[in-house]
């Protein structure tokens, strides 16, 4: 847990995830108190077999999918700097940027909010009959399903696993902010929030989570960014 400082308003904030140290500090200088509790943990299967499959498929004139940044890493760390050809679609801008940064020779033709609006864009090129998708553990079936109706081949490989924490919480907040599925799971699975407490929500399927446990007043960021994120806190509080 990271604790920074209070401030005069008092408006109280839990992020749920890692978040970068700077968005914590545009929101603890402008007032808020920020907890952040990470509720999942992440870490890039480093097998024989991951790092077998993932050196094949960079032999490949391949298309690949990443739905987030973490698989971007993981599969980074099997690649070591070897140069790419492959054909790339991902969701987020964020995951794009970390693409981009990491990932040498990266050609990212499709980006979409969510897997939904990310089949559509795959399952409209018309070319494609088989991808690549590097994954987690814990991945949502939508993507391969929507996939497979339209005879579309998925290969999955998952290349990090999410471990979910269970922690109690201590206080009450006046928000409480989302960045997946897992980390809703886990908040919920042994706290309850004040029905006056407001949840920050990134893209369709971590809100989709959010529903099945709370009915508070929800604020979703349809980009999935984490910086567009803390700009709707300020701004709704600031309202």
């Not at 970390?98 to 020779?105: D, N, S």
């Not at 864009?121 to 993507?143: M, Q």
Request: hydrophobic share 40%; net charge neutral.
């Amino acid at each position: 847990m990271s604790r920074f400082a209070m401030p005069a308003n008092n408006i109280s904030i839990l992020i749920t995830g890692d978040i970068d140290k700077a968005l914590v500090e545009q929101l603890t200088s402008k007032g808020f108190t920020v907890d952040v509790i990470p509720f999942i943990k992440t870490a890039s299967i480093n097998s024989a077999i991951v790092q077998q499959q993932v050196e094949h498929i960079s032999t490949l004139d391949a298309t690949v999918i990443f739905t987030s940044a973490n698989a971007v890493e993981a599969v980074h760390q099997s690649l070591s700097n070897k140069k790419i050809n492959w054909k790339i679609y991902c969701v987020g801008e964020q995951t794009k940027s970390v693409i981009e940064k990491l990932l040498t020779g990266a050609n990212v033709i499709g980006v979409a909010d969510d897997a939904v609006h990310l089949s559509q864009k795959i399952t409209s090129a018309n070319n494609i009959n088989e991808v690549y998708f590097f994954c987690g553990d814990k991945r949502r079936d939508t993507l391969p399903h929507l996939l497979d109706t339209a005879n579309i081949t998925v290969h999955e490989v998952k290349v990090y696993t999410t471990t979910i924490f269970q922690h109690t919480l201590t206080k009450e907040y006046d928000a409480v902010l989302f960045f997946s599925p897992s980390a809703v799971k886990g908040l919920f699975a042994y706290n309850g929030l004040n029905t006056k407490t407001v949840l920050f929500s990134i893209g369709h399927t971590t809100t989709g989570e959010i529903k099945n446990y709370s009915s508070n007043k929800l604020i979703v960021t349809e980009n999935p960014s984490k910086e567009l994120m803390i700009k709707k806190l300020v701004a709704f509080f600031n309202e």
